[in-house]
């Protein structure tokens, strides 16, 4: 089987492409993406998938002169998804870590965000990762981040992606979130009066 990943982070995103894939055959490149992620990849008031893990697909498609098809997914599922052989590569922001090494090849990383972590406004007790120790911090079940929010002490409660991960927080049924900086500033961006800060 030719088989030829790429791997991308830092929370940057990996792409696996299988060059005999079937759909690869027929010139059509099925990307799988979360699409509740934005910056990188959410939809737009008109309803249409955008974003730079999009826009980042799109011109690997073009460069490889194939039509695409998104196929979006909450964070696990969209990694089973691939993993079944449903799409043909995944643009969304993967962290590399030593478990996706094992599992698949990687690419020179194309984001470079830095990690924060999120609290309620009113949350005092948080100043540092060293604070996380007995704190409820929000998560997907597979995220980097959880994993060193967990490596810090911090019970792991699982969220569909980060906007349900600060809606836990901002109604105080957990204290805090990792992700990276870019997520945050968007996130406060287009909600300028959600009680979020950054620890």
């Not at 894939?21 to 737009?44: H, M, N, Q, R």
């Amino acid at each position: 089987m030719n088989f030829k990943p790429i791997f991308g982070f830092i929370a940057g995103a990996f792409l696996a492409l299988n060059l005999n894939a079937s759909t690869i055959k027929k010139g059509e490149l099925i990307v799988a993406t979360e699409g509740t992620y934005s910056p990188y990849s959410f939809y737009d008031e008109k309803g249409e998938l955008v974003g730079y893990d999009v826009d980042i697909a799109k011109a690997v498609a073009q460069k490889l002169n194939l039509k695409i098809e998104f196929l979006t997914a909450p964070w696990d599922a969209m990694l089973a998804a691939f993993d079944a052989g449903k799409a043909d590569v995944v643009f969304n922001q993967v962290s590399i870590n030593e478990d996706r090494k094992k599992k698949y090849d990687m690419s020179v990383p194309y984001t470079m965000p830095y990690p924060v972590i999120v609290v309620h406004k009113d949350n005092n007790d948080i100043k540092s990762f060293a604070d996380l120790k007995g704190k409820k911090s929000v998560h997907s079940a597979t995220s980097n981040w959880a994993a060193i929010a967990e490596k810090n002490g911090a019970t792991v409660v699982v969220a569909d992606g980060f906007s349900k991960g600060v809606e836990l927080i901002i109604s105080k049924r957990a204290d805090d979130t990792i992700n990276d900086n870019v997520t945050f500033f968007d996130y406060i961006k287009q909600r300028p009066n959600a009680p979020l800060k950054i620890a």
